[in-house]
């Protein structure tokens, strides 16, 4: 069983081009699965997954409160407790 | 990326004022190229001709070289910006040369003029299932796929893969591998990971780091009486080995570390690390302990070979300039 962590997913647009990514590679290779249509359209998925993922690290670094508290670990709203 | 320039000093960013889609990292030291930007075909005319982007025939060689040339022997160049956002090949943005140039991507060691003019390689080779389950974890969020798309992306992909870019590992001087751990058994979570940093011998100002004893082989668990390590804990080794037909030395870290007191443990039996004060490693992972990999292998290798890198830079630098003395002493 794996634990994933919850992840945000990526600005709208781009999501959007993902999964009209996948929907598109799904028919391309119903025709012919070895074809370069078929194996271009996953290629492109790819592409687009990467962006995606890059698009949500971007936004996790535009956080206030984690670029806050990645200088001010000692204040009140940043301090965590592992024991 | 970051951990490795961030070893050489300052922290690389994307260049201020200029197309916000731009794949280009610079700081003070370096200045990190993405080789997409030698795309001979965007997203369309790859779709088009029905070739992925790992087809050597959707790049250029011949301009990555002329312009990987140039900033070498110190002469600035206007590089295409391929917007991975847009899959279109933008205006070009200026490179100025750097004191360090990192080149990355899918081909950095495919064409051999290109090869040549490196000073030092790096592969990074992810085993099928963590590739696998890394994907999952990148992938899952987007409400497009599902793990049948991603197995099959993955599988579309490989004829490409195994042609193009697998056959590169051979020419790089460091190669670290990914794998899953050895350490539970039937793990499928593949979290805890098996990682190997593999180095060839006799490249010039690159001397790889060993443990214990140089040039023997050495089999080492850290955790026992006077270091403590929760499950699955920590193991070693190192030796020689062929790679490819040439000589390397392996170093091999399978677990992960759980507290800081692991780490400068570790690090001070390692040998050759290329640092300049005692706990540097430690403390370069602990700077970064958000990123990825940072209890692992991954991150470890990753800031070894950083160090390494940083050590031939100065090396080449000091043999430039030692150079003209000798000239003018005769």
């Known amino acids: 069983m794996q634990v994933m962590k919850p992840v945000r997913a ?22 012919d699965p070895a074809s370069g249509e078929c194996v271009a359209a996953w290629d492109e998925v790819e592409e687009l997954s990467a962006a995606a993922s890059h698009a949500r690290d971007k936004k996790k670094d535009n956080d206030p409160l984690e670029n806050y508290c990645k200088e001010n670990p000692e204040t009140d709203e940043c301090r965590t407790y592992d024991n | ?100 140039l990192v080149i990355e991507g899918l081909h950095p060691m495919f064409d051999e003029r290109v090869r040549d ?48 870019i697998d056959p590169q590992k051979q020419y790089a001087d460091a ?23 593999i180095m ?8 790889p780091v060993y443990l214990f004893d140089e040039g023997s082989t050495v089999s080492w668990i850290p ?32 677990g992960q570390f759980d507290r800081l007191d692991e780490l400068i443990y570790v690090e001070s039996h390692l040998s050759n690390l290329s640092t300049k004060f005692y706990g540097e490693v430690t403390q370069q992972m602990l700077k970064h302990a958000d990123f990825p990999g940072s209890n692992n292998g991954t991150g470890l290798f990753q800031t070894i070979v950083g160090l390494k890198i940083r050590d031939l830079y100065e090396q080449i630098t000091a043999s430039k300039t030692a150079a003209p003395l000798q000239a003018t002493k005769a």
Not at chain 2, 69 to 88: E, F, Q, R, T, W
Not at chain 2, 120 to 146: P, T
Not at chain 2, 153 to 164: C, L, Q
Request: proline content about 6%; overall charge negative.
């Open chain 2, 117 to 164: 003019l490196l000073d030092f390689s790096i592969y990074l080779d992810i085993s099928n299932e963590v590739k696998f389950a890394w994907k999952i974890q990148r992938d899952m969020a987007e409400r497009g796929h599902s793990l049948e798309s991603i197995k099959a992306s993955i599988e579309a992909r490989k004829p490409d893969f195994d042609a193009f």
């Open chain 1, 10 to 31: 990526a600005p709208d647009s781009i999501s959007e081009k993902v999964e009209k990514s996948v929907k598109e590679a799904q028919e391309a290779c119903s025709d």
């Open chain 2, 1 to 100: 990326m970051r951990r490795l320039t961030s070893v050489f000093g300052g922290a690389a960013e994307p260049p201020k004022g200029g197309n916000p889609d731009s794949n280009t990292l610079i700081s003070d030291m370096t200045t990190v190229i993405c080789l997409d930007d030698y795309h001979s075909l965007d997203r369309t005319g790859r779709k088009e001709k029905g070739v992925t982007a790992l087809d050597p025939r959707a790049n250029d060689f011949d301009l990555m070289y002329e312009q990987v040339k140039a900033l070498k022997s110190g002469i600035a160049v206007d590089k295409p910006i391929y917007n991975h956002v847009s899959g279109l090949l933008d205006p070009p943005e200026l490179i100025k040369p750097p004191k360090i």
């Open chain 2, 175 to 197: 190669v670290i591998e990914v794998l899953p751990t050895q350490l539970i058994p039937d793990d499928n979570e593949g979290k805890v990971l098996r990682v190997r940093l």
């Open chain 2, 223 to 254: 955790c026992g009486r006077k270091l403590t390590c929760s499950y699955p804990g920590i193991k070693f080794s190192y030796g020689p080995d062929t790679y490819f037909g040439h000589e390397v030395s392996v170093l091999e870290m399978d």
């Open chain 2, 200 to 207: 060839k011998e006799g490249v010039e100002h690159f001397s």
